[in-house]
């Protein structure tokens, strides 16, 4: 037939699906292929191909040649021929990557559509608070609705010194306050005799080596800690009576309970100096042996000595082993 395809074309089994991913249609990639298996080729014969009208033929040609997939040779009759693949697939190939980037780059929009969308379902749950003087002014308030009790793990980074008159007032109004300290969080000089002001006050405090993030719970409504860890507090969550806050209420009870007491400052010994028991709490709590010295007013070695014979007289192996069977021995 004049102007038909003169070769063995790939069938339509095994044609569809090669520039899939570039989104073009089944029907366009058919007649590519087809197309590029000839060396010129006429709207009649892609028809008879193809199984459709002359009219149907055209269309596709036209859309194939704004793609760059094929070009339009006038004359009587009009003939088609394909591009070059490595060039005209490439260049289709790069107009891909570009939409997608662009794409990508409105994801943002896209979230900020879905949050306004979402936020009269959990506006009622949490908040993010951003920040550090706002998050100050909102833990501000927190404590000022605080009614009945008060739960908190103390963690680096700090965002404002610890207003004790505050505590205090809670205290006062019977509020009950639970602190569990980070080693890291009262290392620094005189942080150790703060807490113990607070605790004369009223305050339970306890430590541990670490604590899984920075929290604070009131009552059974609200909970705030940040939305990221890190050096710096810019941005926290304010959770308010949800599951969510049940969960953290238990987290902090698990820790709670596995925290050892802060010693008072003639707290319990052992045989010798009043400052054992002191040590037992801080090694439990997973102070080092410079930061004890520090707390205790005294040198590296002379922690190390004390360390040294306390494990002696507990029968220790490890210093967690000695925080352990003091811990048992009721020492702690």
């Not at 028809?47 to 596709?60: F, K, M, N």
Request: include cysteine; proline fraction near 5%.
């Amino acid at each position: 037939m004049s102007g038909a395809v003169q070769t063995s074309a790939p069938t339509r089994a095994t044609s569809g699906g090669l520039l899939e991913g570039l989104g073009i249609p089944e029907a366009e990639q058919n007649a590519y292929l087809r197309v590029l298996a000839s060396a010129r080729c006429t709207e009649a014969g892609l028809a008879v191909e193809l199984g459709i009208t002359a009219d149907r033929a055209e269309r596709l040609l036209t859309a194939l040649a704004h793609r760059g997939l094929v070009t339009r040779h006038d004359g009587v009759p009009v003939r088609w021929s394909a591009a070059a693949p490595d060039v005209a697939v490439e260049a289709l190939l790069l107009r891909r990557e570009e939409e997608l980037l662009r794409t990508r780059g409105r994801v943002g929009e896209l979230m900020r559509a879905y949050r306004q969308a979402q936020q009269p379902q959990t506006a009622d749950l949490m908040e993010v608070v951003t920040g550090q003087a706002a998050i100050a002014e909102r833990w501000r308030q927190m404590q000022d609705g605080a009614r009945r009790h008060l739960m908190l793990f103390d963690k680096p980074p700090h965002i404002s010194p610890t207003d004790t008159e505050l505590e205090r007032s809670l205290l006062a109004r019977s509020v009950r306050i639970r602190a569990v300290y980070e080693a890291g969080s009262v290392s620094a000089p005189g942080r150790l005799a703060e807490i113990r002001e607070v605790v004369a006050a009223g305050e339970e405090a306890r430590l541990l080596p670490q604590l899984p993030c920075k929290l604070a719970i009131v009552d059974d409504r609200w909970a705030m800690l940040p939305v990221a860890t890190g050096s710096e507090l810019q941005a926290a969550v304010l959770v308010r009576a949800s599951s969510l806050l049940d969960a953290l209420t238990g987290m902090f009870e698990a820790y709670w309970h596995r925290a050892v007491g802060v010693p008072d400052a003639g707290g319990p010994t052992l045989g010798a100096g009043s400052r054992r028991g002191e040590l037992l709490t801080l090694l439990s709590a997973g102070f080092t042996d410079d930061s004890i010295a520090r707390q205790l007013g005294v040198s590296p070695r002379t922690v190390q000595r004390w360390v040294h014979e306390v494990m002696e007289d507990l029968g220790a192996r490890t210093r967690f082993q000695a925080g352990i069977q003091a811990a048992r021995a009721g020492l702690l």
